[in-house]
């Protein structure tokens, strides 16, 4: 069995008709009990069990999973990820991501196709270009790395955009992170899956949560459609259905569920190379490798737990890119879709104790739980292996709406909600 | 493959020749062809290249589940890249190139990566370019992977119509059982629209030519169309329901032309009856992706309706009765054909750039041509958007219709009626409400579906290169549900999203765990049902349709007046006036106004009436300040907060009466502000005893500012007494001017002595011209915002969301008082006093006076000096023209107690020097605003 | 693009509405103390119901506030209730 990949192993099994790989992950049926028990197998789930066992020694873990691993928001979304955040705290915990990432895919030894082909964050009048600055200056005072650009050297990094002085929203320029990108999704979540199941931990698809065991008051394992699941700890990662385990619990959330769009164009050869947003026009895009154009936007405006976009919030979206750049109203739309996503009220996630004894939660990543996975992960492990937060992740402990010290990246620009 | 055009038969107009090119070489088609017809004609086999192999691909499809004729087209209006060829109406003087391929689809340099199939399958690239660095390897591998190339140029007048529209019926898909429903229900008076996405009617009727109900098929699809019509019903054709979403709402995309953008139309239908049909499912076996290899269907459909035999010698590969009625038929039109039962033993083709011969074990025909089918497959994507449930028939070896969407039936081929009759008499039930139990079908197949384990490559997607081998790595890999076997393969991820893939690979999963196919999954169908342009959804939203500004009723006068406008907060208003740069402007003009007097057009402030018996108390609740000890004729500054605590708008109070209040929210907020007090007026409050109702857009509020601008009000000649003693400031009046309502406000955003005068907006002309005509003489002259934005600053006058953001609660900028006296509750009380809010450390309103003279940058940061931990920031900056050095505010922990230190400041790599210092730059003491 | 009920204007489309909030929440009495925990309850915990749930929208053109039912994953509308006093 070939279990390495790597060129040499490739050439090998190419010879032979590729019949000797093994499986990427087992798929054991579960055990009575475990260390931990993570449920959902999204990235996040995935990368806690992989950092349980990598980092804290733990590898009696099981992470459940309703229907299929890496089949949530991790797989669904428009792949970016950056840490071009103006909070310090925001700055620390998205900074470690992207830095996890950078080593991923050969920590996993798979692919994850972190490409870090840059962002584009455009500014579309003098005022905005202030508040640019001030972004800009925030990142670099946090350790990232951002620039502040001028539309000449915005037209270089994509020259597909409109630069007319009379688009209705004219680029004056941008911030410019070098180090944002995109990476392959479900190769994150199988990456972890293939690494975390190497190391030990079970992976078990279609296993649903059906009542939390308590004993004094407790949470000490999990009831499942495959039987009871006894755990020293559980660990919740359940993006878009985080307040319906809490509701299973007994506690509630600052949640509330949306929906999120996103979609893809027919493959072109490439014509951009960077992650281009623009606030103003409620659009970004990226191009992928495949040639697709993958487009998101903002959420649709009503709460939601349909996993299905509406109609409005794609002509928003796509007229927006459109006017982004007009030479794309003739490309093709060949797909869209939506997931589900926890929006807090300061749209920063939650990591930490529920409450409840013996559970913990990681939710609350609104539309940007992506780019997140690895931090997520590597902190929830932490959170779980020790009962305590990591520096990192302490400001993202739910009691942060009792003490009013919200982190709201929103907020920083002048935007009261 | 040898397509030719036959003397005679078809729908196409052979009188209209239609001259167009192909990767450079001549040809000629007819009118009604379709691009893919057209080169069938000219013998063309090779149309492109696949996707990761670049083999050579042949036209599959007859319609929409094309996977390989795909080309980028230039006509007369631009160049429009991946244009499907089965669907796309030939028009004359088309440049037509294959994609994918270099130089043209016939020879492609990297043909040659085929030879390294073994080493490209499924996933190869999550296994490897992973050392050194992604990064060198991801440029190639963009520039391999894409089909067309969008060409820069934009296409003339592509441009989307949007349309709204409602009906009783929706009938999707103008084929038989689309038209007899349409036609029954149309004739009991229902309000039927009927969508065909071909340009003529009938759907599969052409492929045998059969008569139908004793008509040719032309006669009775004609006689159709007239009865709907006559019946009030509407057609339209080259029109695709691309989607299904809430609420029963479609959408179609009607397109006259390829280089047209499409129409949308946002259809809302109290029903639907989807007769869209069913398409062939492929036969898979050994190089069954060679060009000259195409669904029986396609082959049918190129005789029927275009007139081109497909092929000279045909063999059908096919598992159902319809093979030898179909053979007959392109037997009938010169083809030499041989049949092949697939159930009955493994087929492979051979050849190399098309098919030369299919073999069955022993036997084996030269063919130039293979038409396959497995069987047909319903075309349920509407119905799987719509959230309709699927069943998997095992005599029909496909799914068929189960649950039914709210709203949705299906009828005809599409619901797995595939006898022609028995297809009739449902869609007529169906359309009349009347119940119909299905017959059993005659049409009768023997399931023939992927074996793994075969030698030689079988393809399963053409265009993505997805091959039974790479289905079964999936599975030696564990990549077994049908979202990872999708995602991993990249099976049906092509442009055509499945349509012909999508059965084959997952019952080749099947096969391979041993499930049954339910099991191994159904893939959800997302819309666009087929690829559309992002035109569609853009529509007229373009240029200074998107997010329209707000106007202002002066906006003409402004021109003339010279005005610079520019956008603020929504609105287009004056940012200097004058053909001097802005920053010039504005220092003069800010200078104009301490020395003279300016005239600014500030009607976006908001003037939100509030009244009613409860309107004192409701008013005192909203607001930070005390409001309930404001008496008639006065006005108030004040905070409305959020339930956090944090600052939403400022703005100013006028108490018209003991149940009247307006309220002057700042410029752009209006319509939140208003909606902030309705919730709170319906939401906890009796909304029979307080009244809202915003004005800002009735009125236009002219202000006349500076030293002299009481002369300048005074020339309006008002009822009014305008001295200092009786008109103070914060004090407004009431009057009349020539016949209209005039409010008149002491108030003032420049620090200077101001007059707001606000008249209902027909009268905003006569304002404005009465008080530029007599403040000209004196040297007071319209001033834009970037004046106001100076003065302001000067006086430490704060823009809400500029000099604040969404943590800034009113004692971070001196406003202590409520928070800790006001006795009665209101909005954002108990949000005042968290640990947040009660932080030593907040941000607090300061001055900023810069080291040198170079003002400091807004958006700099002051940072501590040993680890360059931000403190704090600037939220303003302007050089002063009236203090004659740089002035700034910002937002800095602790400011207020921190007054006189020296700070360094970050901006882009420099830092600066700075004092804290008051907010207040200009007249300390506050005595020209009485003055 | 949805089709929802105002109670004043009846059935309009979706881009007229704003959604407010869940219903159920009663703003705590603060002319008493209100316990830090109590006051982060009212402001931000949500029940976030998969399912049939009861909240307040706002109707933008008539800027009339109710009550409406809907199904969170289906997106059906149940229903819908006006806050005003209705005369007896």
Not at chain 1, 156 to 167: E, F, I, Q, R, T
Not at chain 2, 161 to 170: G, K, M, N
Not at chain 2, 258 to 271: G, H, N, Q, S
Request: glycine share 12%.
């Amino acid at each position: 069995m070939t279990t390495k990949y790597s060129a040499i192993s490739l050439l090998r099994e190419g010879l032979r008709g590729q019949s000797g790989w093994s499986k990427a992950w087992r798929s054991p049926k579960p055990g009575a009990a475990y260390d931990v028990v993570i449920i959902g197998a999204g990235g996040h789930g995935l990368a806690t069990a992989y950092y349980l066992a990598r980092n804290h020694g733990i590898t009696n873990v099981a992470v459940i999973e309703k229907g299929w691993l890496g089949g949530g928001n991790t797989g669904r979304n428009t792949t970016v990820i950056r840490s071009n955040y103006y909070y310090p705290e925001s700055s620390a915990l998205y900074g470690l991501s992207v830095k996890l990432y950078e080593g991923l895919s050969k920590e996993l030894n798979y692919n994850v196709m972190f490409s870090q082909r840059g962002m584009l964050v455009l500014a579309h009048s003098e005022p905005e270009m202030e508040m640019a600055a001030r972004n800009v200056n925030a990142m670099q005072l946090n350790g990232a790395d951002a620039i502040l650009m001028d539309a000449a050297d915005v037209r270089k990094k994509a020259p597909l955009l409109n630069y007319s002085k009379d688009a209705r929203f004219p680029i004056h320029g941008a911030v410019w992170q070098g180090s944002a990108g995109t990476g392959r999704h479900d190769a994150v979540a199988w990456g972890y899956a293939r690494a975390a199941s190497a190391l030990g931990v079970d992976i078990i698809q279609n296993c649903e949560v059906t009542e939390f065991i308590r004993e004094a008051g407790r949470i000490t394992g999990v009831e499942t459609t495959l039987g009871p699941i006894r755990a020293g700890a559980v660990g919740a990662a359940v993006a878009g259905h985080s307040s319906v385990l809490a509701r299973l619990a007994g506690f509630k959330l600052p949640i509330t569920s949306y929906s999120l769009q996103a979609f893809v164009t027919e493959a072109m050869k490439p014509v951009i190379d960077t992650v281009a947003f623009s606030p103003a026009y409620g659009t970004y895009f990226s191009q992928s490798d495949k040639g697709g154009l993958v487009i998101g936007g903002g959420l649709d405006r009503v709460p939601s737990y349909g996993q299905k976009g509406n109609l409005p919030v794609q002509e928003a979206v796509l007229a927006g890119l459109v006017e982004m750049a007009p030479v794309l109203a003739k490309v093709k739309l060949l797909r869209h879709w939506a997931g589900i996503v926890d929006v807090t009220p300061d749209s920063s996630p939650v990591i930490g104790p529920s409450g409840i004894e013996g559970l913990y939660v990681n939710c609350g990543w609104g539309t940007g739980g992506f780019k997140a996975i690895p931090a997520g992960g590597y902190l929830f492990a932490h959170l779980l292996a020790n009962g305590t937060h990591h520096e990192i992740s302490r400001p993202f402990d739910i009691d942060r709406f009792v003490t009013g010290r919200l982190i709201d990246e929103g907020a920083a620009s002048g935007i009261a909600h | 493959m040898s397509g030719t055009r036959l003397s005679s038969g078809g729908l196409i107009d052979r009188a209209r020749r239609i001259d167009f090119n192909f990767d450079g070489r001549s040809m000629h088609g007819f009118g009604g062809d379709t691009l893919a017809s057209a080169l069938l004609a000219n013998g063309t086999g090779i149309v492109g290249r696949s996707f990761k192999y670049h083999r050579p691909r042949g036209v599959w499809g007859g319609w929409f589940d094309e996977p390989n004729a795909i080309f980028s087209v230039r006509t007369p209006k631009g160049s429009l890249p991946n244009v499907l060829g089965t669907t796309t109406a030939l028009a004359p003087g088309m440049d037509i190139r294959s994609v994918n391929a270099w130089p043209n689809a016939g020879f492609d340099v990297k043909g040659g990566l085929d030879l390294f199939s073994p080493w490209l399958k499924a996933g190869f690239y999550y296994k490897t370019f992973m050392k050194p660095d992604w990064h060198l390897f991801e440029p190639m591998i963009r520039r391999m992977a894409g089909l067309g190339t969008l060409e820069p140029d934009m296409v003339e007048g592509y441009t989307a119509d949007q349309v709204h529209a409602q009906c009783d019926l929706l009938v999707v898909g103008g084929g038989a059982a689309g038209l007899a429903a349409a036609e029954a229900a149309a004739r009991q008076g229902k309000t039927v629209w009927l969508v065909e996405d071909h340009d003529t009617l009938g759907g599969g009727l052409y492929r045998m030519g059969d008569r139908i109900e004793g008509l040719q098929p032309t006669d009775w699809v004609a006689a159709r169309k007239a009865a709907i019509e006559d019946a009030g019903g509407r057609i339209l054709t080259h029109t695709t329901a691309f989607g299904v979403f809430d609420h029963r709402l479609y959408g179609l995309a009607r397109q006259s032309a390829v280089d047209v953008a499409p129409t949308l139309y946002r259809l809302r239908a109290k029903e639907c009856l989807l007769a869209s049909g069913a398409i062939d499912r492929p036969v898979t076996f050994g190089n069954n992706d060679l060009p000259g290899i195409m669904s029986l269907e396609a082959g049918l459909e190129y005789l029927g309706r275009y007139g081109v035999r497909v092929g000279n010698a045909i063999a059908i590969a096919a598992n159902h009765a319809q093979a030898a009625s179909a053979a007959a038929r392109l037997s009938e039109a010169g083809a030499k054909v041989s049949l092949f039962d697939p159930a009955k033993g493994d087929l492979a083709a051979s050849g190399r750039r098309g098919v030369k011969a299919l073999r069955q074990g022993k036997r084996a025909e030269a063919v130039d041509c293979v038409l396959a089918s497995a069987g047909w497959t319903p075309v349920l994507h509407l119905w799987r958007h719509a959230g309709g449930k699927l069943r998997w028939d095992e005599a029909l070896a496909t799914f068929l219709p189960a649950e039914a969407p709210a709203g949705m039936r299906a009828i005809g081929a599409a619901n797995g009626t595939f006898d022609l009759d028995q297809a009739l008499a449902e869609a007529r039930a169906f359309a009349m409400g009347e119940p119909y139990s299905q017959a059993t079908t005659r049409f009768t197949l023997t399931p023939t579906l992927p074996k793994p384990g075969a030698k030689g490559r079988q393809w399963i997607d053409f265009q993505h290169d997805v091959t039974l081998k790479d289905i079964e790595l999936a599975e030696r890999e564990n990549y077994v549900s049908v979202e990872h076997l999708k995602r991993y393969t990249t099976l049906s991820m092509a442009s055509d999203q499945g349509k012909t893939s999508n059965i084959p690979g997952l019952a080749a999963m099947a096969a391979l765990t041993g499930k049954t196919i339910p099991e191994v999954g159904t893939t959800t169908f997302r819309p666009p049902f087929v690829p559309v342009p992002l035109a569609l959804y853009h529509g007229h939203h373009g240029g200074q349709n998107f997010r329209p500004l707000k106007r202002l009723a002066l906006e003409n006068v402004h021109r003339s007046s010279g005005a610079a406008l520019g956008e603020y907060g929504g609105w287009l208003r004056p940012a200097w006036y004058g053909d001097r740069p802005g920053p010039e402007a504005a220092q003069s003009e800010a200078r104009m106004v301490r020395d003279a007097g300016g005239i600014l057009d500030a009607s976006p402030l908001g003037k939100i009436e509030v009244m009613g018996p409860d309107a004192e108390a409701f008013v005192n609740f909203v607001y930070y300040n005390t409001m309930k000890t404001l008496k008639p004729g006065f006005l108030r500054y004040g905070f409305l907060l959020t339930e956090r605590g944090v600052i939403f708008d400022d703005g100013v109070v006028f108490r018209m009466g003991p149940n009247r209040f307006v309220i002057s929210s700042s410029s752009s907020h209006a319509e939140g502000v208003t909606g902030m007090l309705e919730s709170w007026r319906q939401d906890g409050n009796d909304p029979d005893r307080i009244f809202v109702h915003d004005t800002t857009n009735h009125w236009s509020t002219v202000t006349v500012t500076g030293p002299k601008a009481r002369d300048v009000t005074r020339s309006l000649g008002l009822d009014v007494d305008l001295s200092a003693d009786a008109f103070p400031h914060m004090t407004f009046r009431e009057t009349v001017w020539r016949d209209v309502a005039l409010r008149i406000a002491r108030v003032s955003f420049t620090g200077e002595v101001s007059f707001e005068i606000s008249v209902p907006a027909s009268s905003a002309k006569a304002l404005w011209t009465a008080l530029a005509d007599a403040g000209r003489p004196l040297g007071v002259r319209p001033m834009g915002i970037e004046a106001l934005s100076i003065l302001r600053a000067e006086k430490g006058f704060i823009i809400i969301g500029k000099d604040t953001d969404g943590e800034t609660m009113p004692h971070d900028l001196g406003f202590t008082l409520p928070r800790t006296k006001k006795p009665t509750t209101f909005v954002g009380d108990r949000g005042l006093h968290t640990d947040a809010a009660n932080d030593p450390d907040r941000r607090q309103l300061v001055g900023l006076s810069a080291i040198g003279d170079t003002p400091l940058p807004t958006g700099a940061h002051l940072i501590d000096g040993t680890d360059r931990r931000s403190f704090g920031i600037v939220t303003s900056s302007y050089m002063s023209p009236n203090v004659n050095r740089p002035i700034a505010l910002g937002l800095v922990e602790r400011g207020t107690q921190r007054m006189g230190e020296t700070v360094t400041l970050f901006h882009l790599g420099q830092t600066y020097q700075a004092t804290l210092t008051s907010p207040v730059a200009f007249d300390r003491e506050g005595a020209r605003i009485h003055a | 693009m949805q089709v929802l009920p105002c109670p004043f204007c009846g059935p309009r489309s979706e881009g007229e509405f704003h959604f407010a909030a869940e219903t159920g929440k009663t703003r705590p009495d603060t002319t008493r103390d209100v316990s830090a925990e109590k006051w982060a309850a009212y402001l931000f915990d949500q029940t976030n119901e998969k399912g049939v749930t009861r909240e307040i929208w706002i109707h933008l053109p008539c800027a009339e506030v109710f009550v409406m039912s809907r199904d969170s994953v289906t997106m059906d509308v149940l229903g819908t209730e006006t806050l005003r006093k209705l005369p007896t």
